[in-house]
């Protein structure tokens, strides 16, 4: 069965595996003894410390070890702004980094301090000049991404990097999605990483934080991982992990052309077998194992249900799929279509003949799905309507799309079709569905009784 979503988790490297076993026999001991078995499971840590640290780019002191890619970037952030605390109280980062990331700016904010998001452009990239002109008084650190994690967007960090260079901020970067392919850019602060994005052990992420950055270390801690992961290192992951990544990097350029040639081709074929797609993401600066698209008039849990069911398994952004029935922050800053959403990423070692199935496959999938739904338009009535109003209340993505792309043809060109929806996804998709279409979108309105109503006319 296809495994198309390493964006995830990768699945475990055999050099993980051999590691990780060989490990439990000779490291088990706690390294911070003196006795023979400590002294070996130190010289374990300090040998895969090391590794992880060449693969980094920084010194081996620099680094140290957490239980989760997550903790890293937690940790990264509240430490670095705690140690800049006279500096300023503003966290600046871009609207599309991982939920880690937000999630400890809002913990910051909840403390008194303020975030600053920098938009996106419609490829999930930041502008380099708009993030440094946030880096003004009282910005104590600043956060991007090395690639997103949704679209495969390569952030520009070396340009961002000499603005925050230039400006006396500390960088962040999460690393998470491309370490594994290659060192960051220089000019970062502080990194933070996750083993099982590439073909280690869950359960094991790095920081690395530059000597001379202002670092103070928050919440209870003790002696070890000088005092920035507290709690027992978990050594045979540890010394897993740290394999993995050397033989990923050595393996990058090789994998990374050939799944790159597989991306190139689903990227090109998806939008002439399935009607209604739009592929996101930047087309040239981006991971090269990943490839996103969005399909209208598709709901997006049933597609990938649908997808399962054939044997793929992907991953999506869609609202439809995440519990909160909002669609995803990285979609929703780019201003694409969420509905529908299918993100692939392809584990080392996905054969060509997987990727042809799986362009086989998805135009019946979708056609499928979108007959369930009654995604049909309605054909044009002799004499058009000047305006419509589409009721959608109390339905979910993509139907209210759906209505509005069965009525557009019934009101002559240059009338309206306002459609009440109180879905958050609407907000996106149905401007989202306009850009496609080539129909002009006017905005959004409240009805009488506050209900939010989207305003669309018909151009074509």
């Not at 649908?306 to 991953?315: I, K, W």
Request: net charge negative; charged share 20%.
């Amino acid at each position: 069965m296809p495994y198309f979503d390493a964006a995830s988790a990768a699945p475990l490297h055999p050099v993980a595996r051999q590691a990780l076993l060989a490990a439990l026999d000779e490291g088990w001991a706690d390294p911070a003894r003196l006795y023979r078995e400590g002294r070996r499971a130190r010289l374990l840590l300090d040998a895969a410390r090391e590794a992880a640290a060449e693969a980094v780019g920084c010194r081996p002191d620099e680094l140290v070890f957490t239980p989760s890619g997550t903790r890293a970037v937690h940790s990264g952030v509240s430490g670095a702004l705690a140690g800049r605390r006279r500096v300023g109280r503003r966290l600046v980062v871009s609207a599309v980094e991982h939920s880690s990331v937000l999630h400890a700016g809002e913990a910051h904010a909840a403390a008194g301090g303020t975030v600053t998001e920098v938009p996106v452009g419609r490829t999930g990239a930041v502008d380099p000049a708009a993030f440094a002109a946030e880096l003004g008084e009282g910005a104590a650190l600043a956060c991007l991404q090395s690639a997103n994690h949704e679209v495969g967007t390569e952030q520009p960090v070396a340009e961002v990097a000499e603005a925050c260079r230039a400006a006396g901020v500390p960088l962040l970067v999460d690393a998470a999605q491309s370490l594994g392919w290659g060192p960051v850019p220089e000019g970062w602060s502080l990194l933070a990483a996750s083993a099982h994005k590439w073909g280690g052990p869950a359960g094991v992420g790095l920081l690395a934080v530059r000597k001379g950055v202002r670092f103070a270390p928050q919440g209870p801690s003790d002696e070890r991982e000088s005092g920035r992961a507290p709690g027992f290192e978990n050594l045979p992951a540890i010394v897993a992990a740290a394999a993995s990544l050397r033989a990923v990097r050595a393996e990058a350029a090789t994998e990374g052309a050939r799944l790159r040639e597989l991306v190139d081709r689903i990227r090109a074929r998806v939008p002439e077998l399935v009607p209604d797609v739009e592929v996101v993401g930047d087309p040239v600066r981006r991971l090269p194992h990943l490839v996103t698209f969005s399909c209208l008039y598709v709901d997006g849990e049933t597609l990938l249900s649908e997808l399962d069911r054939e044997g793929f398994s992907v991953s999506s952004g869609s609202s439809c799929t995440s519990s909160t029935l909002t669609p995803s922050h990285v979609l929703r800053a780019m201003g694409v279509l969420s509905e529908g959403n299918v993100r692939v990423s392809l584990p080392a070692g996905t054969d060509s003949a997987d990727a042809d199935r799986f362009l086989a496959v998805l135009p019946g999938v979708v056609a499928s799905v979108r007959e369930r739904l009654g995604a049909a338009p309605a054909a044009a009535e002799p004499e058009p309507a000047e305006e419509l109003v589409v009721d959608a209340l109390g339905k979910r993505c993509p139907i209210p799309v759906i209505e509005l792309a069965k009525v557009i043809g019934t009101v002559r060109v240059g009338g309206t079709v306002t459609v009440l929806s109180d879905d958050a996804a609407a907000r996106l998709d149905i401007p989202a569905w306009c850009e496609m279409r080539g129909q002009r979108y006017v905005g959004e309105t409240a009805t009488p009784q506050g209900a939010p109503a989207y305003v669309v006319r018909r151009t074509t």
